[in-house]
Structure formats: structure tokens, C-alpha cells
């Protein structure tokens, strides 16, 4: 065995270079992770919203309405799904769905009261009182061999919660169809 | 029977007792042998391959159409069943001398199917969600059958597949345990150039130019993407390259020394582009760029020339 190790110890260290990355990397992550002090703030997001200008939820006196614009009859946006609204709470992982007021089209704008959420305060403000802002951890650094043996970018196609150099990831947080509403207060 | 060729047959048979031949080398030989004496061999090769294609293609064909209308259970079996019958066939062929050759066709056949076959269960049965991981463990036993086989029958088609399989399986972990992209190229690329430079010193050394292609391709690409980033030191990108070149003079790769050499010229240009450009006009920029290929495409060529050609 240990004649073998010897003879072939350049491929050995070869094969397990990239091991080694993988080990320290997964334990600088987890280090990370442990090290970040989840914010007191719930977040308030929407999933498959993309191209929506019927459908929106936006703050109003620090609370959560849903808004809805008719559209002028020669609008090329014809999106008239309702988006998937979650609150997650960093500090228990809780992601909660919630679910909004289903109405007829109508010629008139509206905005409703979320009623699950009107005992709830908000602030649309890009930074939570704690200093996190909802941001994606996508970064281009693509090449050959990402593009070859890579999978497909999981991990980098997905919105955090950020301070300093810790992150909390947010779960179900598409890259390309994620928006920010509002923090709770 | 007459006796001339009963003698001819005990002839043979003590031949055989008396240099350890089997029956199957026997058989072997004669098939070789009135292949070689077929005229037209080329077409009947051409034939056969353009035959394949179409059966394989029909196959193909045929299952598309009828996908919709087949269960779950028939689905896996028509993708999956194909592959592992390749492999089992290709392992039966390596243990026998007449159809060697036929093992590495269907060691590739086998090497797209499992995959395949594979992926179409964890669609039909499992409801994770997560393609990322379903791909990790598919090629990750993947490289484990091929790699394990290899072990046992010495086959380079095995190394080769099981190689690929295991970079697959590896470079996603590496993606999901956050390894930056740049640093997962030149892992990645380091790894394979090793792996390329020790299997070429092996007698599988055949399949050392396509991963001394990969790997170099790989390294130095992340390595330019690393060193683009940092203002002002994207001139170390050249020490970079120039070492590549004689990396592959010291190991005796022409394919490497393609690659580094082709990564130099295109460096050369990035260069050029970036910094002389807007100073004396980019005609003046040409020309010099023009002259620097030269010169290196000359130095290319002499120390392709001290590399020597491989069997």
C-alpha cells in the first residue's frame, strides 16, 4: 500500500486536490452560516411576478395592500396571475405562503387590505432595521469546467439576506422572477 | 475427411497445446485475417456504422412517439434496459477475442444510456425537485461502475467514461459546497492535466490529448478570469501561458502545447486591445500584434518539434 501511495502520488494529489477545495470551502460556508446572527425582521416576498402590471402588493402607512391597475386596452402585458407572496422569518426558517384577496377584473384601480397580514407592520425600505438587505448571491464567474461539470448553479441562482459578509439564504427565491416587498417593523 | 487436412488439423492442435493458444485466438485470427482479405473493407465498415446509426435512430424515433402512452415502470425500462445490456454486452466481448473491438462501441452506447436511464427514474419516482443533486448521484455511481469495471478488466473506453463521470459528479459538489467558480476551473483543470499526464505513461495513453484538452482549456481559462479582475496585473496572465507552453514540452503533449499556444495568441489580442488600442491607433496595434504571432506561431512549431510523435 504504502509503495503504491509513493508511486502514484502526483496523480493522488492530482484526484484529490479538488476534494480538498470542496472540504475547505463546505467548511467555510458552515462556518459562515453559524456565525450569522439572523436579523429580527421578517421578510415580505413575491415569487412569479414576472412582467405582473395588474397585480402588485405595496405598502401603504406600514401596511400590505394588494394593488390592482387595470391595464390600457393596447397593453402588450398580459400577466394577470396572482404572484406567490411569502413571509419568512429568518430566526425560526418559517417561510409562509400567503394567501391574497382573489378579485374580478375590474375597470377600476384597487387596493386591498391583505387581511392576513393587516396586524403586521411594515417598511419597504431596502435595509431591515438590523442593517440585512435582500440581495442576489448570483455572481458570473462561469467557465469551462462549470459549464462542463458544474450541474447547473443551484446555489448561485438564488436572493439572500446580507450583512457584512454573513448570508441567510431565502428559501424559494427564483433568481430571475424575485421581488423584494418589505420588512416587518 | 481426408488425410491431409486430419493432419493438418493435429498439427494445429499440438501447435496449440505447445504455445498455450485457445480456441477463441484461434477464431480470432481466421475472422481477422478474412476481414483483411475482403476488398471494399471500408465500405462494409461505412455500412455497418451508417446501420447502426439507423437503427439506433429508429429506436429512438419509435420511443419518442410512443413516450406519452407508456408507464412509468416501461419508461425506465426502455431507457435504462438498452444501457445495461450495452455494458454487460461490452464486459462479454472483452473476454472474448473475436469481438473485441465491439466493446468499446458498446461501452459508449452504454455510457449515454445508463445516464439517461437514470435520470428518466429519478423523474418518474422521485419528487425532490432538486436536478442539481439527482445529477450528482447519477454520475457519482456512474464513475463508480465504470472506474470499479476498469479495475478489473483494464479497458481504456472504461477509464475514460468512468474519468468523465467522476469529473461530473465532482464538479457539481464543488458547486454545491460554494467553491467560486474560478477556483472549481482550476481544481478541475489541475486534476485532469495530472490525471492526463499519468495516464499518458500508461497503454491507455490514447485518451490522455482529449483530457490534456479539457484540463489545459479549463486551468487556463479560470486562470484568465481570475487575473482579468486584478487591475493593472492582467500581464501576469503571460508568465502564466509561456509556463503552460513549456509544461507541455516537459510532458510531451502537442495537444497542450495547442492549447497554451492558442491561449497566448488570444491573450496577445485581449492585451493589445485593451491597453494599445486608443494609443498610437489600432492599425499600429495590428501590425505589432501581427508580428508577436508570428513570432510566437515559429517558437510554437520548434518546440512542437522537440516533442516526439507517439505510437
Redesign the interface.
Given at each position: 500500500m504504502k509503495a503504491f501511495l509513493k508511486e502514484?502520488s502526483?496523480?493522488i494529489?492530482?484526484?484529490t486536490?479538488?476534494?480538498i477545495?470542496?472540504?475547505i470551502?463546505?467548511a467555510?460556508?458552515q462556518m459562515q452560516i453559524k456565525n450569522v446572527t439572523p436579523p429580527n425582521h421578517s421578510i415580505l416576498y413575491a415569487t412569479n411576478n414576472n412582467y405582473n402590471h395588474y397585480y402588485k402588493v405595496i405598502i401603504k402607512d406600514e401596511h400590505a395592500y394588494l394593488s390592482i391597475v387595470p391595464l390600457p386596452k393596447n397593453s402588450h402585458h398580459r400577466n394577470y396571475k396572482l404572484p406567490d407572496v411569502y413571509l419568512f422569518d429568518p430566526r425560526s426558517g418559517e417561510n409562509k405562503q400567503i394567501q391574497l384577496p382573489v378579485k374580478e377584473q375590474n375597470k377600476e384601480r384597487q387596493e386591498i387590505l391583505i387581511d392576513e397580514l393587516k396586524n403586521i407592520k411594515f417598511s419597504a425600505h431596502a435595509q431591515s432595521p438590523d442593517g440585512f438587505t435582500f440581495t442576489s448571491n448570483y455572481?458570473r464567474?462561469?467557465?469551462?469546467?462549470?459549464e462542463?461539470?458544474?450541474?447547473?448553479?443551484?446555489?448561485r441562482y438564488s436572493y439572500v439576506l446580507k450583512k457584512g459578509n454573513g448570508t441567510i439564504e431565502v428559501p424559494n427565491a427564483a433568481r430571475y422572477n424575485t421581488q423584494f416587498i418589505a420588512w416587518t417593523l | 475427411m481426408d488425410a491431409s487436412k486430419q493432419d493438418a488439423l493435429t498439427q494445429i492442435i499440438t501447435l496449440a497445446k505447445e504455445h498455450d493458444i485457445s480456441i477463441d485466438e484461434i477464431g480470432a485470427q481466421i475472422v481477422n485475417k478474412s476481414l483483411e482479405n475482403k476488398d471494399g473493407k471500408w465500405l462494409t465498415k461505412l455500412l455497418g456504422y451508417l446501420g447502426g446509426a439507423f437503427i439506433f435512430g429508429g429506436l429512438g424515433l419509435l420511443t419518442a412517439m410512443i413516450w406519452d402512452d407508456l408507464t412509468s415502470a416501461t419508461r425506465v425500462l426502455i431507457s435504462y434496459g438498452p444501457g445495461i445490456i450495452a455494458f454487460i454486452l461490452g464486459i462479454m466481448t472483452v473476454k472474448d477475442t473475436r469481438y473485441e473491438k465491439a466493446s468499446t462501441g458498446l461501452f459508449m452506447t452504454s455510457s449515454v444510456l445508463l445516464p439517461t436511464g437514470m435520470f428518466v427514474f429519478l423523474n418518474e419516482y422521485s419528487d425532490g425537485g432538486?436536478?442539481?443533486?439527482a445529477?450528482?448521484v447519477v454520475f457519482g455511481i456512474l464513475a463508480l461502475q465504470f472506474l470499479l469495471t476498469f479495475s478489473a478488466l483494464k479497458r481504456t473506453s472504461l477509464l475514460f467514461f468512468g474519468f468523465l463521470f467522476w469529473?461530473?459528479a465532482?464538479?457539481?459538489?464543488?458547486?454545491?459546497?460554494?467553491?467560486?467558480?474560478?477556483?472549481?476551473?482550476i481544481?478541475?483543470?489541475?486534476?485532469i492535466?495530472?490525471?492526463a499526464?499519468?495516464v499518458d505513461k500508461t497503454k491507455h495513453r490514447a485518451i490522455s490529448p482529449f483530457y490534456y484538452f479539457?484540463g489545459g482549456?479549463?486551468f487556463l481559462?479560470?486562470m484568465f478570469?481570475i487575473i482579468e479582475d486584478i487591475s493593472g496585473l492582467d500581464i501576469l496572465y503571460l508568465p502564466v501561458t509561456i509556463f503552460m507552453m513549456m509544461a507541455s514540452v516537459r510532458v510531451q503533449s502537442r495537444t497542450l502545447l495547442l492549447v497554451s499556444t492558442f491561449s497566448l495568441l488570444g491573450y496577445l489580442g485581449y492585451f493589445t486591445n485593451e491597453y494599445f488600442a486608443d494609443v498610437t491607433g489600432w492599425p499600429v496595434a495590428l501590425i505589432i500584434l501581427g508580428f508577436l504571432l508570428i513570432g510566437i506561431s515559429a517558437q510554437a512549431v520548434k518546440l512542437g518539434q522537440k516533442i516526439p510523435k507517439k505510437a
Open positions: 502514484n502526483v496523480l494529489a492530482g484526484i486536490l479538488p476534494l477545495l470542496t472540504a470551502f463546505f467555510l460556508t455572481k464567474n462561469s467557465n469551462l469546467m462549470t462542463m461539470f458544474g450541474g447547473g448553479y443551484r446555489s | 432538486d436536478a442539481q443533486l445529477a450528482m469529473n461530473s465532482l464538479g457539481i459538489l464543488m458547486e454545491r459546497a460554494y467553491v467560486p467558480g474560478e477556483l472549481v476551473g481544481g478541475l483543470g489541475l486534476s492535466l495530472i490525471f499526464f499519468n479539457i482549456m479549463g481559462w479560470a478570469d
